[in-house]
């Protein structure tokens, strides 16, 4: 029962024993461990630009600053509404609220304790404006209009430097994904050469092959048994590589507290991606097996 | 059921003005007509150099005519796709003077190669293959690596590939000049019989000897050709 079952999965092909084996395990390896490393940063990429995108198209705040002269009731009420009227007239403004004394008193107890008389003190008055497309909705421009109109008044410039790093980081992420694509070329290529090296030693023992009646299908199943078994053995090792060094990175990066860094973080769902590497890699390594034999052998007699 | 009579009117192999050459080498085979009925039995005879493996290389869809129309089993070799020409192989049992073994394989896997192309089962294979190693007297060896097999018995082998399909054409180059006598009068027993039931067989030889004494049909090759030299007297059984 036992030989019966070795014997179904025998090759003729002593392809266990060839020199390209471990060219081809170590080339997948490395690749697998770079294509999870840059698959990972990737993801690592997605979840800050998602978590910036979200704080962005929340809104934005602006600052009033208080005068150096001492104005009355009425002239502050006037540079107040003629902001409001800035962003009520604004495209893409949904609802701008100013920010009640009691919220800012709030906001500002963790440095001026909550008995703070916050109406004597110089504090800027806040205003909350609500975009419709905080994506589309243009920083810059409305910031050099706003200070055209009220000078005292100015855009909380966070969501313009986060605008503009946003699309460094869409940048870098697409930068990635050509990475990913040249690290499966590669892998590919490897392949493809190992695939080639092998068929040329072995040319003889599948010449017999040949006239004992093999289809070229017979031959490629060989190989591509071979690619998946190598393919599953040598990714397993370049994720389980690749696992080591993002472990050792969360752990290092997770005593940062930044908001930026801090949303950079690997969902188990993106741990659940990276490990199907392995099986994925297997797949592939199979399939190109096969095709590259076949093709191959498609040009013999 | 089809007689052994029926069957010789059908052919099988049919060669018409089949040359064979290497590169920009002169021709090895020129002009060849040939026409090998289902069953029939031949040697193939000629001096070394006159192109028996060129031949033989052909009827067993190794190598193309340079020129001329080479039909077997009713399919023009020249048009088949390489499916279909892995199909007419599968049809035809091969015995190579060098034999050809997979010398990394033991005996028995060696035989069970042209089972498993066709997809058999493992117990079927198992089955027929040690009867048959069983026959040629391998019963002993099959578990060992052909590399490490004599001469005589690689043959062997080489000769139980080469039937255990039992194929439609046998094609056989000095498949008696490793083995003794006594196995040689085995193994010409064995093709005889495939033959009787059916197998065309054309064997390779040099032995004056194998030739009188089985005194089947010769094709003997010559100055680029070839001619048949018809049996004197038939098998006694």
Not at chain 1, 32 to 41: G, P, Q, R, T, Y
Not at chain 1, 160 to 175: G, N
Not at chain 2, 32 to 52: P, R, V, W
Not at chain 2, 107 to 117: F, K, Q, S
Request: hydrophobic share 45%.
């Amino acid at each position: 029962m036992k030989k019966a079952f070795l014997n179904r999965y025998h090759s003729e092909i002593p392809l266990n024993k060839d020199k390209s084996n471990l060219f081809l395990e170590v080339s997948t390896a490395i690749s697998v461990f770079l294509f999870s490393i840059v698959l990972a940063a990737y993801f690592m990429m997605t979840s800050m630009v998602l978590s910036w995108n979200k704080s962005i198209i929340d809104g934005l705040t602006v600052q009033i600053m208080p005068s150096s002269e001492t104005l009355t009731a009425d002239e502050e009420l006037l540079r107040l509404n003629k902001v409001i009227s800035f962003f009520d007239e604004k495209e893409g403004v949904e609802k701008v609220r100013v920010i009640s004394n009691e919220q800012i008193k709030h906001i500002m107890s963790p440095w001026l304790g909550e008995n703070a008389n916050i109406e004597t003190l110089p504090i800027p008055k806040l205003l909350d404006v609500k975009l419709k497309n905080g994506k589309t909705f243009d920083y810059q421009k409305a910031s050099t209009e706003l200070k055209e109109v009220a000078p005292y008044a100015s855009i909380d410039n966070h969501g313009i430097w986060l605008q503009k790093l946003m699309k460094s980081a869409s940048a870098l992420k697409v930068l990635s994904l050509f990475v990913l694509v040249v690290v499966l070329l590669a892998l590919s290529f490897s392949l493809f050469y190992a695939v080639q090296t092998s068929l040329k030693v072995h040319q003889n023992i599948i010449e017999i092959l040949h006239i004992m009646g093999a289809t070229d299908n017979y031959v490629a199943k060989q190989y591509a048994k071979r690619g998946l078994w190598t393919g599953f053995v040598a990714s397993i090792i370049g994720t389980a590589l690749g696992f080591g060094v993002l472990i050792m990175i969360s752990h290092l990066s997770s005593g940062l507290e930044t908001g930026l860094i801090g949303s950079a973080k690997l969902s188990a769902w993106h741990w659940g991606m990276i490990a199907l590497l392995p099986p994925m890699t297997a797949i592939l390594s199979m399939i190109l097996s096969f095709l590259s034999v076949k093709q191959t052998l498609g040009k013999m007699m | 059921m089809e007689t052994h009579k029926n069957m010789l009117t059908e052919p099988i192999i049919d060669m018409y003005n089949v040359c064979i050459r290497y590169g920009k080498d002169p021709d090895v085979l020129k002009d060849i007509k040939l026409t090998l009925q289902k069953g029939s039995f031949h040697f193939l005879t000629g001096k070394s150099g006159a192109g028996k493996t060129s031949l033989l290389s052909m009827m067993y869809l190794a190598l193309k005519p340079s020129a001329g129309t080479v039909t077997i089993f009713g399919s023009n070799i020249g048009y088949a796709s390489r499916d279909a020409m892995a199909a007419l192989r599968r049809r035809i049992g091969v015995v190579f003077q060098d034999f050809r073994l997979l010398e990394h394989l033991s005996a028995y896997d060696n035989v069970a190669i042209p089972l498993r192309i066709r997809g058999m089962g493992e117990n079927e294979i198992k089955k027929r293959v040690k009867e048959l190693l069983s026959w040629v007297e391998l019963d002993k060896s099959m578990d060992k690596i052909c590399s490490t097999l004599s001469g005589g018995e690689k043959q062997r082998v080489a000769i139980a590939r080469a039937v255990i399909n039992r194929p439609e054409i046998l094609l056989a180059d000095e498949p008696t000049g490793n083995v003794d006598n006594d196995i040689a009068v085995k193994l010409m027993k064995l093709f005889i019989e495939l033959n009787k039931l059916g197998t065309t067989v054309v064997i390779a030889t040099h032995s004056k000897e194998l030739i009188a004494e089985y005194n089947y049909p010769q094709i003997h090759l010559e100055n680029k050709g070839l001619k048949i030299i018809p049996a004197l007297r038939r098998v006694q059984q």
